[in-house]
């Protein structure tokens, strides 16, 4: 197992240097001059910062309707569960009102037969 894990972490260290020493080759052999290469650099940087903002923008959209959604949901069920305790509180108190009646018959049928 160490040795897949060795020869694995060699590879993608070979990768990385690979992917350096090929950047580099491609800036040195760029056919612009340093300036133009520069101004090219900053131009993609600013590419790509507009693209993440715009990525992050999106992600947050996203996660605020996620959201208000999920508040949504959870006050429906907290309005279900209010309604299952109304209901199970009133079947309650039907029944206490049952025992109590039936046994107040119960007791007015001893007390008639003694």
Request: aromatic share 2%; charged share 30%; glycine share 6%.
């Amino acid at each position: 197992m160490s040795e897949k894990s060795n020869e694995f972490g060699a590879f993608l260290a070979g990768l990385l240097v690979g992917g350096l020493v090929g950047a580099a080759t491609a800036l040195l052999m760029a056919p612009q001059s340093g300036e133009e290469t520069r101004t090219l650099l900053q131009e993609k940087s600013i590419e790509l910062k507009d693209k993440a903002s715009a990525s992050a923008e999106d992600v947050i959209a996203r996660a605020e309707a996620a959201a208000a959604e999920a508040r949504g949901y959870a006050e429906e069920m907290r309005h279900k569960a209010e309604e299952a305790i109304a209901h199970i509180q009133k079947a309650h108190e039907e029944a206490v009102d049952e025992i109590e009646e039936a046994a107040d018959d119960a007791v007015d049928e001893v007390q008639a037969a003694a």
